[in-house]
């Protein structure tokens, strides 16, 4: 079974995806792709079917879509 969830910005007149859950690589994942300089962590592996990484993803982004955000736009201000 295939799987990705995505949570897409617009920047710079492009779409900017800044996290995504997927299943490349072998196993059930996320990836942020802006983080605060504190936060090393890029991949955080679950242990889940792509059904319950579906619901993870789903209810991550709904709780966490402001910190993201805010995260991205910290790295435009360097």
């Known amino acids: ?17 800044l996290v995504t859950y997927d299943l490349a690589h072998g ?11 504190k ?9 889940a ?4 990484l579906q619901s993870i993803a789903i209810d991550d982004i709904n709780s966490n879509w402001k910190r993201y955000l805010k995260e991205y736009l910290s790295t435009k201000k360097e």
């Open 1 to 17: 079974m295939l799987f990705r969830s995505i949570y897409y910005t617009i920047g710079e007149g492009r779409e900017v995806p």
């Open 27 to 37: 196993f059930s994942h996320r990836d942020v792709r802006f983080l605060d300089k």
């Open 39 to 47: 936060d090393k962590r890029k991949k955080k592996e679950f242990r």
């Open 49 to 52: 079917s792509p059904e319950e």
